[in-house]
């Protein structure tokens, strides 16, 4: 299986900031070409913040900035940010730039599976969140979740169950992914 291929190395720096120092600046433009030849370019200057898995689940699928999908993080943080690109696409995108960075098949399809649950749970829970924002995140304890994240991790667990058990096919990998979205 052909699963595309990056520039290079990306050129970044660290940005210290109030809040984390987890943005980078990328120094130099940097791109993935995916199995059917399209570009996907992170431009010099472009601001990223690693793989966009929610921080409940980085116990399970990897944090931000570690591992074989670092590279993947990149373009994927900027092309998130394009309104012209699908996410469901701009996901596509990663899982397979996952594989091309070095990842086994069931971990592309585990740190698929984050992405998407990022992308859906949260759109759906962002009121609820905001909501509760006072509540939780001023006075909370190391590795305590909120109610939505405990449901995010209940329902990566009960995906990745079903993606182990699969084939690696990417069609069966969003098949599965999706009906537990919906």
Request: hydrophobic share 35%; aromatic share 12%; proline share 4%.
């Amino acid at each position: 299986m052909t699963t595309g291929n990056f520039s290079g190395t990306p050129k970044t720096e660290w940005l210290t900031e109030p809040d984390g120092d987890r943005n980078m600046r990328l120094l130099e433009d940097f791109y993935y070409e995916d199995p059917t030849g399209k570009r996907w370019t992170a431009y010099a200057g472009s601001i990223i913040n690693g793989a966009s898995i929610p921080k409940e689940l980085w116990s399970s699928v990897g944090s931000p900035y570690t591992g074989n999908y670092r590279r993947a993080s990149i373009v994927h943080d900027v092309a998130c940010r394009d309104s012209t690109i699908p996410r469901t696409q701009t996901d596509e995108m990663f899982y397979f730039a996952c594989l091309a960075g070095g990842c086994s098949v069931l971990q592309a399809k585990l740190l698929y599976a984050g992405v998407r649950i990022g992308a859906t749970i949260y759109q759906q829970n962002f009121v609820n969140k905001l909501r509760m924002a006072d509540t939780y995140t001023l006075h909370r304890l190391p590795n305590q979740y909120t109610e939505p994240e405990l449901q995010n991790r209940a329902l990566f667990t009960i995906i990745s169950s079903q993606l182990q058990q699969s084939s690696d096919s990417f069609s069966e990998t969003y098949r599965i992914i999706n009906a537990a979205l919906h």
